[in-house]
C-alpha cells in the first residue's frame, strides 16, 4: 500500500456535477497539500494544510472546494467545473517542523476530464 | 518569487549511457532546499535526490548525483548507468526554508527522459 492514496484514478465530469476527490496518507504526516498539473505546466499548487487548518489558498477558483477532516485525510470538492479544469490533481503529504526538508510524497493522482 | 527552469522539455539516452538534466533557479534567499522528483507513467511523483542549499557537497543516491552551483543558481541532476526504468518525467524543485513559506514547493516544467535499449 502506498503511503498517499487517492480515489478515484480518473473521473469524467460535465460541467454541472458535483463529485469530490479523496486523498488518504498513512504516513502520519501532518500537512497535506493539493496540486494541479497540467500539460506542458509546472506542478501548480492550490490548497496546504497544516494539522487540519487551511494556510494557503493559491488563488483558486471557488469551484474548487477543500476539506480536511483530519490529518490523515483531505478532500477536494468539485462543482460547476469549467473545461480548462481538465487536470491531473495531485495530493502531497510532508512532515511540517523541526528541518523544513521533510519532503513530499504523492499519490497517484486522480486524471479528471470535464466534458 | 522564486521560480524555476529547467530548458530541456525532452532528452533521451542509450542505456548504461550517462545523461545531465539541467535545473537553474531564481531566489533572493540564502538558505533553501532543491529536490529532484521523477514521475514515471504510473503518475506518482517519486522523489529522487534532496540538497540542502547550506552543503557545499552535492548529494548523491546510488547512480544519481547532482551539481550544485549556489552562485550559479544551477542545480543539475546526473544519472550514471541509466536503465530502462528511469524513463520518466523529471521535476526540479525550490522549497525556501523561510518560516512563512511553510512546506510550498515551486516546480519546473519537467524533462521527459527516454531511455533507448
Known amino acids: 500500500e502506498t503511503g498517499v492514496t487517492q480515489t478515484p484514478r480518473h473521473l469524467v465530469m460535465g460541467m454541472t456535477n458535483k463529485k469530490s476527490l479523496k486523498c488518504e496518507q498513512h504516513?502520519?504526516?501532518?500537512?497535506m497539500y493539493w496540486y494541479k498539473q497540467s500539460a506542458k505546466k509546472p506542478l501548480e499548487l492550490m490548497f496546504v494544510?497544516?494539522?487540519?487548518?487551511?494556510?494557503e489558498n493559491n488563488s483558486v477558483p471557488s469551484r474548487f472546494s477543500p476539506e480536511c477532516p483530519n490529518s490523515s485525510h483531505l478532500f477536494l470538492h468539485l462543482h460547476t467545473l469549467q473545461p480548462e479544469d481538465s487536470a491531473l490533481y495531485l495530493c502531497a503529504s510532508s512532515q511540517v517542523g523541526g528541518g523544513q526538508g521533510s519532503p513530499l510524497h504523492f499519490g497517484n493522482g486522480t486524471r479528471l476530464t470535464v466534458t | 518569487a522564486q521560480t524555476v527552469t529547467q530548458s530541456q522539455p525532452e532528452m533521451s539516452v542509450q542505456e548504461a549511457e550517462t545523461v545531465t538534466l539541467s535545473c537553474t533557479y531564481d531566489?533572493?534567499?540564502?538558505?533553501?532546499?532543491l529536490f529532484w522528483y521523477k514521475q514515471p507513467p504510473s503518475r506518482q511523483m517519486i522523489l529522487v535526490i534532496r540538497q540542502e542549499a547550506y552543503k557545499q557537497q552535492n548529494a548523491t543516491e546510488n547512480r544519481f548525483s547532482v551539481n550544485f552551483q549556489k552562485a550559479a543558481k544551477s542545480f543539475s541532476l546526473k544519472i550514471s548507468d541509466s536503465q530502462l526504468g528511469d524513463a520518466a518525467m523529471y521535476f526540479c524543485?525550490?522549497?525556501?526554508?523561510?518560516?512563512?513559506?511553510?512546506?510550498?514547493?515551486?516546480f519546473g516544467e519537467g524533462t521527459q527522459l527516454t531511455v533507448n535499449p
Open positions: 524543485a525550490y522549497r525556501s526554508r523561510a518560516r512563512t513559506s511553510g512546506s510550498r514547493l515551486t
Open positions: 504516513l502520519g504526516h501532518n500537512a
Open positions: 494544510y497544516n494539522f487540519k487548518e487551511q494556510t
Open positions: 531566489t533572493s534567499e540564502s538558505d533553501y532546499y
